[in-house]
T-cell receptor
């Protein structure tokens, strides 16, 4: 069964450093999302991406965050200058058609120290 | 998207049916009911979705009341591996590329041996 692949599975970074989280979506997916989950809290929507542009973003997704899909396969989330409160699990998801199920990756655990 | 209300936790004996309720009294006519689950800190996993008819797949059944104000997810023969947090989500097609999922706190189902 096809799956969404995220790398790395765990990343530790120092506060103020830039991090790039990578996702390889399922090949026929057209809509892409990033979510995050702070330990013990809800899964929160960050951003949706379609047709090579951001469709929607939450309040969390401020100027420190960016997404891109430069080569038509990898879908990346960049945090320019990490803060301690960015420590969380980050999940990538993809959807083939608007009203089908979203497939999530296994997540990247980001720890900012 | 309409809000949902779920009990925070439930227990179920292994081998018995697990019935997880969800209230969505403000659901609109064009909103679908989706169920996802999250095992430990893994990525959310799609289970089933429906609009107004009852649905069944290899994982579960979804029963939606006639007025669509509530639904029940049924796991027919719960196993220990079904221990997870189950999320009931209603979503509407806002526009292409959006349609993100809004996760609540869900129901923590514990399957007891």
């Amino acid at each position: 069964e096809p799956e969404v692949t995220q790398t790395p599975s765990h990343q530790v970074t120092q506060m103020g450093q830039e991090v790039i989280l990578r996702c390889v979506p399922i090949s026929n997916h057209l809509y892409f999302y990033w979510y995050r989950q702070i330990l013990g809290q809800k899964v929160e929507f960050l951003v949706s991406f379609y047709n090579n542009e951001i469709s929607e973003k939450s309040e969390i997704f401020d100027d420190q965050f960016s997404v891109e899909r430069p080569d038509g396969s990898n879908f990346t989330l960049k945090i320019r200058s990490t803060k301690l409160e960015d420590s969380a699990m980050y999940f990538c998801a993809g959807v083939e058609l608007l009203n089908t199920e979203a497939f999530f990756g296994q997540g990247t655990r980001l720890t900012v120290v | 998207d309409a809000k949902t209300t779920q009990p925070p936790s439930m227990d179920c004996a292994e081998g018995r049916a697990a019935n997880l309720p969800c209230n969505h009294s403000t659901i609109s006519g064009n909103e679908y009911v989706y169920w996802y689950r999250q095992i430990h800190s893994q990525g959310p996993q799609y289970i089933i979705h429906g609009l107004k008819n009852n649905e069944t797949n290899e994982m579960a059944s979804l029963i939606i009341t006639e007025d669509r104000k509530s639904s029940t997810l049924i796991l027919p023969h719960a196993t220990l591996r079904d221990t997870a947090v189950y999320y009931c989500i209603v979503r509407v097609l806002i526009k292409a590329g959006a349609n993100n999922l809004f996760f609540g706190t869900g129901t923590r189902l514990t399957v007891i041996p």
